[in-house]
């Protein structure tokens, strides 16, 4: 997977995810709800570009493999996640 999919990989899941972030959909992101789209737009591709990276330096994983998949979706998920809390309780 090249950097091209994991800019791809990692706006999918922020978008994803703020979308179905329980807080955004129950109203509490009221001021700017297009700036926190791409707020967690962008969380998401940073966790996908640190979590490469950091598996890369460490020895995890090598380019296309399955872990390395997991291991970003997992990594940006929680990312977005945590973003999108902290933007919904502001």
Do not use: K, N, Q, Y
């Not at 890369?56 to 493999?65: L, P, Q, R, T």
């Amino acid at each position: 997977m090249g950097w091209t999919g994991m800019v791809f990989l990692g706006a999918v899941i922020g978008f994803a995810g703020w979308w179905l972030h329980p807080l955004r959909r129950a109203g509490r992101v009221a001021r700017a709800p297009a700036a926190s789209v791409w707020i967690a737009m962008v969380a998401g591709v940073l966790a996908t570009v640190v979590a490469r990276m950091l598996g890369h330096v460490v020895g995890v994983f090598h380019d296309g493999d399955t872990l390395e998949w997991l291991a970003c979706s997992l990594f940006a998920l929680v990312a977005v996640t945590v973003t999108v809390g902290l933007a919904a309780r502001r």
